[in-house]
């Protein structure tokens, strides 16, 4: 297969234009040796290369290198190994010929401008070790893809001539978790990953020339205290350094913009050596900032930023200049109730996120290429994105969170193992180098020790005390990223919508409860336009082992397959051929990603604050754990995410069939309306079923609106049946005889049950006990077909005394009983009755499936919310959708060009005269020459539903760069069109 590197280098190179540096040096003398700079770099692997350091050889036998890059990265993009984005390509390149140490060369000449100041060459990261060779000496080595390089070779270089650069990469020590690290731990592969021959080693990061006199700036940092919203004291830190054997004075100059703000203190620095300068209002009345421009997360203000342009002058004559971007901020925490609470500037915060691994798995994301993944994610409405494992260390990620108001939940390079980097030192030198790199960047809102475990000393309290010494406790540190007042992670699977609406989806680690949850994710299968671009024709359908080369198998047995599949079956029907499997699963995407967010949303203000997906964008083309997939089509999950995660939005619990306003945001919102209507397949509305409720949504809250009058009696299926019980069988049946009086009592032991026979299989959706003060503390429902094989459907830790009312999704089941695990009471366990509730009873007047169609207006009658549900009378059964009629969609396009991007205005209506609902309608662009998808687009809303005479705007945007001599189509089609009638 061709490679597609190419693509991903000419966009990135187009999209490095709009980068923004939060950190810059003496940026009007740099020169970039990158690879998208037209400087050709070369690679060959080290074994029997002893002249590669030597200036003037012939390059025989070297291969096109990509820098910054991977080794193995570069021989693709030489069309030197398969695609392996395609089928199982990768796993099928010979390891040991990248598992293993390599030269990179190239050579540069010194800029005239830099005329007889001090030449400087720059390293910002290399994994994992590094050599470096300026026309044949050594002028430095890096340890650690942190690590940055910053050496002067203005003796070396010959300023006049070409001089040679030679870099001697050393992989990453095995295993790469923890021994190896600090490196890209997944790069030996992960369940959503694959192996990455030669670990992802190579020159990772920027290679550039700069310039400077005789005094540097080194680390500047801006840091804000905020005593009210409305004045900031900031404090400017520097460190500058003598390269000379002369003390030495100059003045410090500063302007800070927006507001121009400038300030300026001489200093002298002795010879050799290092001077530490802080101001800060005490020296500088000017860095007292009356009502600052404050920077605030999506959806709850704008992200203003700030720059400060920093000078050292000497003798009138500038010897350095950084460009530093900072954000005016204050963030705040608290664990009460053992949940961490996020705020800032004094506004609570719900953390709306998604989890990220490798920005690409083969480190192909470079430049402002994070723009386009960060602009997603503000457009999913998120506030946060948790960096696991540290896993991307470019700083266009950080500049992009920057703008877009996404906070970072930042992370260092340790995964749950008990063992310990090989080279302590050097792990602690490169976390030092994180938090100096990117603690301006006002995203940062949490510093991580490890995932899914504790550092072991002595790091667990190195990293607290280098986050406390080099970040000035201004951030939170989380030491385990799924314990210690957090709910622990996942699981990752995709569940019917009730179960994250139930206490409490089940997390590894941490404590009981919604609380704060690291990660929680679901299958996620692609778009079939996606799945033909990396799965080979002959293994489409069915199912097969390369799917689980694509992480659809045991490869990522974590995310549960084969539930997703019985999810579709089930619910949608059987699929006939892999588009139509496609299809049907975007369904379960929108359905279970919406209900993951909407549950935790649910409760807020209780014990709930926050959530972050496993996972939020795509490193490898895969079926698990993304929003957007690899090559930026947007998902039935990204949508369900993205209306889920409204500031303002209407929500309904499948569970109590609440109706909820949630309000994310810092403002009240009073004169509210909410309405609920419900859709048959015919689009005809039950009329008897519609509510409206006039409300105030106080910020931070989840508001009660109504509730939907859909059948909720309880029809009890164990009343005068057969009871048996572990102990005290004889008083069983007081517990199903209808006698509120009577009661069963067990013996004074944990490990006791109370089971009914139903008599036959029967469908049941929940149970009812009502407990004497003698009742259990922790205790299971289980399910059985033969009274010996037990399925658990309910499990609890916080029983209580009285009634309880538990549901669980819909089960066939002939013996149902209560297992007790631990007494909440000296005594045993006292049931005054057990009731067994039938599931499956449909509410008159509605079809198998029907729809929830929710809206939310202001005062003014505008539309703030809306939110379309579908939902069968058998619960989980959505087949009646295959009985939709086709429908004849009338679409009109308006576009607009600006610049290189075209804005689309899309106006889709459902004629008066269907017959049918347009259940789940898709839009998309394409290229009329060969159907190949636009991308990325783009889209306000997609795989809505519209009812008969019911119109929708669509708007939908992407860049037209690419397609300026094609033209394009778009589309709308809903899921009744494919169906086979």
Known sequence: MKSIYPLFGRMCRILC????????????????????????????????TTTAKDPGIALTGWTKAIVPGTTFGSFVAAGLEQDPNFGDNINKVDRRKYDQDYWYRTTFTIPAAYGQKRTWLNFDGVNR???????????????????????????????????????????????????????????????????????????????????????????????????????????????VQNHTGNDMDAILEGTIMPGNIRFSKKIRVNHGNASDITLSKRDMEQLVVNNPKLWWPNGYGDPNCYTLNLQLRVNDQVTDAQTVTFGIRRYSYDTTGNVLHIAINGTPVFIKGGDWGMSEYMLRCRGAEYDLK?????????????????????????????????????????????????DLNAFNANAIEKIKRFRNHPSIAIWCGENEGWPEPPLRNWLQEDVRVFDGDDRYYQSNSHADNLTGSGPWGAHDPRYYFTAYPTGSGGNLGWGLRSELGTAVFVNFESF????????????????????????????????????????????????????????????????????????MGEDASGIMTWMSQSAYPSMVWQTYDYYYDLTGAYFGVKKACEPLHIQWNPVDNAIKVINTTRQDVDDLTATAEIYNLDGHIAAQYTHTAVLSSPAHSAATAFALDFNTDHLDL?????????????????????????????????????????????????????????YAKTFKIEVSNDNEHWQQVYKTDNGHAGPMQLTFPEVTARYVRMHGMERGSGWGYSLFDFAVYQGDVPSSGLSDVHFIKLKLTDSHNKLVSENLYWRGNKRKDYTALNTLQ?????????????????????????????????????????????????????????????????????????????????????SAAPYNNYIVH
């Open 886 to 970: 086709p429908v004849n969609l009338s679409c009109t396009y308006t576009t607009r060009e600006v610049g290189n991007r075209t804005f689309v205005n899309a106006v889709i209506k459902n004629p008066a005269s269907s017959k049918s609902a347009a259940f789940g309608i898709r839009m998309n662009v394409t290229r009329n020459a060969d159907g190949q998808q636009v991308l990325p687009v783009f889209i306000s809303d997609n795989y809505f539903t519209l009812m008969p005479g019911e119109t929708k705007t669509v708007q939908m945007e992407y860049d037209n760069t690419p397609y300026k001599h094609d033209s394009v189509k778009y």
């Open 532 to 603: 033909k671009k990396f799965m080979p024709q002959d293994k489409w359908w069915p199912r097969n082992e390369m799917w689980n080369q694509h992480y659809f198998g045991p490869n990522a047995f974590n995310a549960d397959p084969d539930g997703y599949d019985r999810m579709i079956t089930e619910g949608y029907g059987k699929p006939k051929d892999i588009e139509d499997y496609c299809r049907k699963a975007q369904f379960v995407n929108l359905e279970s990603n919406r209900a993951m967010y909407e549950g935790w949303l649910d409760h």
């Open 374 to 422: 960060i602009r997603l994610h503000k457009d999913l409405n998120f506030n946060m994105i948790r960096n696991w494992l540290g896993s991307v260390t470019d700083p266009e990620f950080y500049e992009a969170c920057d703008k877009y108001g996404i906070m970072v939940w930042d992370e260092f390079w340790l995964n749950a193992n008990s063992n310990l980097p090989a």
């Open 17 to 48: 234009l709009l980068g923004i540096p939060a950190v810059t040096h003496a940026q009007l003398d740099r020169v970039d040796l990158g690879s998208s700079s037209r400087q050709d770099w070369y690679v060959k692997a080290a074994a029997g």
């Open 129 to 239: 070790k590094a050599s470096v060779y300026v026309n044949g000496t050594l002028v430095g080595s890096l340890d650690g893809f942190m690590t940055r390089g910053h050496f002067d070779i203005t003796r070396l270089a010959n300023a006049g001539a070409e001089n040679t650069l030679a870099v001697l990469v050393s992989i990453p020590r095995q295993p790469l978790a923890n021994a190896g690290s600090p490196n890209y731990l997944s790069s030996a592969g992960w369940d959503w990953m694959p192996y990455v021959p030669g670990l992802n080693s190579g020159i990772t990061d920027k290679v550039y020339l700069t310039s400077s006199g005789d005094l540097t700036l080194q680390d500047t940092w801006v840091r804000s205290e905020l005593p009210t919203n409305a004045k900031a004291y900031l404090s400017v830190s520097t460190q």
């Open 718 to 774: 164990a009343k005068g049946k057969n009871i048996a019980a572990s102990s005290a069988p004889d008083a069983a049946a007081n517990a199903n005889d209808g006698n509120p009086h009577t009661r069963w009592s067990s013996r004074y032991n944990d490990d006791e049950w109370l089971c009914v026979d139903l008599g036959r299989e029967e469908v049941v959706n929940g149970v009812g006990l009502t407990w004497e003060d003698a």
